[in-house]
């Protein structure tokens, strides 16, 4: 059975994906930025803070003790989950400025890296292990959160783009490995 | 060549996903950004990355998309069913109990009187329908996202054609 293997190189050029990403990239940036929002919104008296916080529920549980405090309240998602959106909306910016020009992208094997330490941090807990505060739970989310907004922001270079291969230099994973294979 | 069906591993995706979406306690991995969802998309763009690979085809990234979309469907399909199933066999607090729950949970009388009439509608028939339509757009807009990481990590360029042979 054949392989498949990298093909040439091809242009960016004149396609829809860099303003595709770039709403995403922003549609992300609000969404995560939301989550500040609804705890000041609170703490004014405002009651679209509640409504604000409703958005976010169905993704996250929220409890107040592993959330960070903004503003006297506590933010509209838990601390994990503030990293992965933080990080991802990094992700996709950086997706939108750096990568078109920098033509380098991530490796697969980073996600499997980042996202471990994630698995450990839950099972600590259960394990009967001292789980980590708030602010650590954050830092450790924010790897992953990235490299999952830069693969979301190659996806979506790839969906809006009429060109066959629109980003020749993310070819990186699997396909280099598959090539190497071959020999 | 033709492209391999998606029936397949969207099916795959969603159904493993959606199994374990409906299962108490291991559904809450999905309050970390619906990450069960998304495993439903990464999933299908997975396997269909395998099925593209064994066929020689190339599998662009951006093609996750459509996949995590159908995985979605699959998922929102499966995760309700099973778990309705679930909430015949066990059971489901009446209304009156749910009101109670949250007052003992310390929620405020005038949210309790706000979402009573929330509450009654969702207990209903209307409730079942307006619930899987909730899961329906959850599933497919984070099945969506976890298809085109998956489609990014586990793309595939198609082998040119050689140049000797036929």
């Known amino acids: 059975m054949s392989r498949p293997v990298a093909t040439e190189e091809t242009s960016i050029s004149g396609s829809r994906a860099r303003p595709a990403l770039v709403a995403v990239a922003f549609m992300a940036a609000l969404f995560a930025g939301g989550t500040f929002v609804a705890p000041v919104l609170d703490g004014a008296g405002v009651r679209w803070g509640k409504l604000l916080r409703l958005v976010y529920a169905p993704a996250c549980h929220q409890l107040p003790h592993r959330s960070l405090s903004i503003g006297g309240g506590p933010q509209a998602v838990c601390a994990r989950c503030a990293g992965l959106y933080l990080g991802g909306a990094a992700g996709l910016v950086a997706g939108a400025l750096l990568l078109y020009r920098s033509g380098r992208g991530p490796r697969a094997l980073w996600l499997g890296v980042a996202v471990a330490p994630l698995i450990v941090e839950w099972a600590l807990p259960r394990l009967g292990l001292p789980g980590l505060a708030n602010v650590p739970r954050l830092l450790l989310a924010l790897p992953a959160g990235t490299l999952a907004g830069l693969f979301l922001a190659e996806g979506v270079t790839s969906l809006f783009s009429s060109e066959p291969y629109p980003r020749e230099t993310f070819a990186r994973g699997p396909s280099r490995m598959l090539e190497d294979a071959d020999g | ?166």
């Open chain 2, 1 to 166: 060549m033709d492209k391999p069906a998606i029936l397949k591993p969207t099916l795959i995706g969603g159904a493993v996903f959606g199994l374990l979406g409906a299962v108490p306690i291991l559904n809450f991995i999905n309050c970390a950004c619906c990450a069960l969802i998304m495993g439903a998309g990464f999933l299908a763009s997975y396997l269909y990355s395998v099925e593209c690979g064994k066929a020689g085809l190339a599998f662009r990234a951006g093609e996750g998309a459509k996949l995590g979309i159908v995985a979605g469907l699959f998922y929102a399909v499966v995760t309700s069913i099973l778990q309705g199933l679930l909430a015949i066999a066990m059971g489901q607090p009446d209304l009156s109990q749910m009101l109670d729950q949250m007052e003992s949970g310390g929620a405020p009388a005038e949210w309790i009187d706000m979402l009573e009439p929330v509450l009654e509608v969702m207990s209903g028939p209307m409730g079942v329908v307006i619930g899987f339509g909730f899961i329906l757009i959850l599933a497919v807009l984070f099945s969506t996202v976890g298809g085109l990481i998956g489609g990014a990590v586990f793309k595939l360029e198609a082998k040119p054609p050689s140049a000797g042979g036929i």
